[in-house]
């Protein structure tokens, strides 16, 4: 009945097209800097006005309404205001901006000075995390390229507006993306993140000034929204959900990749199946996390039923989810960083969890007690779990332990660690038991665990 | 780590990882910002980050060693100890792991001759999992030093370590 949903791409635009480039030559033949030539001519107040109207909310995770985050930016205060670019990518199943910043790297910078200018930045840095060496090369070098056309640095465009763009890069750690941890690791800390309040970065954020931390995708939509107005932009997705997404497809589909869509125009069925090219054949969808690898995973034979945002009523297959901010709220779940994870029915459930576990277990700051212990102690009931030890009464432990983790830590990381763990045990208990069980009755432990990784 | 004191003097940096230095710490309005890309710095130049260094760090940047230490061991990609020649990182997390990283790793482990976490005998080659590196669409990924491999299955991975040890001839 559906045709198969048509990419809508304007960040992607040029990206792996015949003969485009990465160098400022090629970006300036395609248009660019032609947006950021006229938004040096235009008032900021205004500017940051059309943010708001183009309803853009953030790419990074928590999809915070960008206009907003820049209207809380203490401007009374006489600080200098800082820009800082999340460049971070680092939730498992994101890899969205690996490829802005690879191919495209002209166009997060001319929506970077486009943003500062809008904002009145004194300064502005790109954080990349350390495992992005070369992306932070190409950075450097078409920062440089950018300098010399007067596109940073002093007067830009002929203006009298003057801004720095500088790259930094993180060492390995998860925790950086969190954008008050980023600013403790920007001010050469370690990356525990603040507490808010008082730490807003709008006021209290990198040298205790106010500042902005973008991910990489949303800076190029603030490009493409002072483009096309705050009002055009707010036409495509759908109200409260503006724009377009690029969601990143891994696991077990045929055709894993990246591909942007207007916001909520299609299903995660569509997109599994249309785009994706289906499951590998013979294999039968069984679970998908929508949204990075903290996201709430859903199950392929249940109904999501329940109300939208918007009052009305919803019975929908995991098929029939649209792929939008809200509705996968709505079913349970979020859109998170746009990285679908998707799982076949080959996937034992216990062997996924206990991969996660591990990794949050590794990536916890160790700050707050409930996060270091919690994480740390997930992964160990999964482990034995898996290893041959479990107790029967483990699936309830874990789903405690995880209860206690989130709400009680200063960020967000505690949900984002305990939300795994709650969504399997509760969406695939009867397989957690079952896995128990088994290895209670057989004393034996299971064959080197196939994707759970090291202790 | 006051019993290292004498070293200090000896730990030296190449004038080209000097001049970096010294223009990197201009890109910040506070000195202790540049700790991060000094560590990275002394690690490219030295391959890992001995206590000299640390105190050589602390003292260019006006801050105590423990403020330079504490990121060493919070920041997973600074090390304290030598690693082989070629460093190679796999990548553990799900979406590399649904296609089979733990198999990728474990060839490579076998081909180059060493341990996960360990060195090869003749110190060419060292391996570890690294967590999520961001290219979960082509997996399973993974890095040798600073180059990117993507797709690479277990067939790769054999072809890749023959590679690697024939380049360690030249």
Known sequence: MATTPQEKRIILKNIDQDGYTRDIDCYLANGGYEVLKQTVTKNPADLCKEIETSGLRGRGGAGFPCGMKWKFLDRKSGKPIYLICNADESEPGTFKDRQIIHKDPHQLIEGMMCSTFAIQAACAYIYIRGEFPEGAKILEEAIEEARKKNFVGKNICGTKYSCEIYVHRGAGAYICGEETGLIESLEGKRAYPRIKPPFFPAVLGLYQCPTAVNNVETLCNVKHVFDMGGEEYAKIGKPGNTGTRILCVSGHVKKPGYYEFEVGSLTLGQLIYDVCGGLPDGRKLKAVIPGGSSAKVLRADERYTGKTKGGEEFDWSLEDIPLDFDSLMAAGSMAGSGGVIVMDDTTDMVEALGNINAFYAHESCGQCTPCREGSLWMKKITTRMLEGQPRLEDVDLLKSVADQIAGRTICAFGEACAWPTQSFVLKFRDEFIAKAEKQINENAPSSQPAIAGKE | ?170
């Open chain 2, 1 to 170: 780590m006051s019993d290292t004191q004498t070293e200090t003097e000896e730990f030296s940096l190449s004038s080209e990882t000097l001049a970096k230095i010294d223009e990197v710490i201009t890109h910040y309005p506070e000195k202790r910002s540049a700790t991060l890309p000094l560590l990275h710095l002394v690690q490219e130049e030295k391959g890992y980050i001995s206590r000299p260094a640390m105190e050589w760090i602390a003292d260019k940047l006006g801050l105590t060693p423990i403020n330079v230490y504490e990121l060493v061991t919070f920041y997973p990609m600074f090390r304290e100890k030598p690693v082989g020649r070629r460093h190679v990182r796999v990548c553990r997390t799900l979406s590399c792991a649904l296609v089979g990283s733990h198999k990728t790793c474990k060839v490579l482990q076998d081909k180059l001759g060493c341990e996960l976490d360990g060195v090869s005998e003749d110190g060419e080659f060292s391996i570890e999992y690294a967590e999520c590196l961001a290219g979960c669409g082509t997996g399973p990924v993974l890095m040798v030093d600073d180059d990117f491999y993507e797709n690479i299955d277990e067939a790769k991975a054999a072809e890749l370590a023959e590679r690697l040890k024939t380049e360690k001839k030249d």
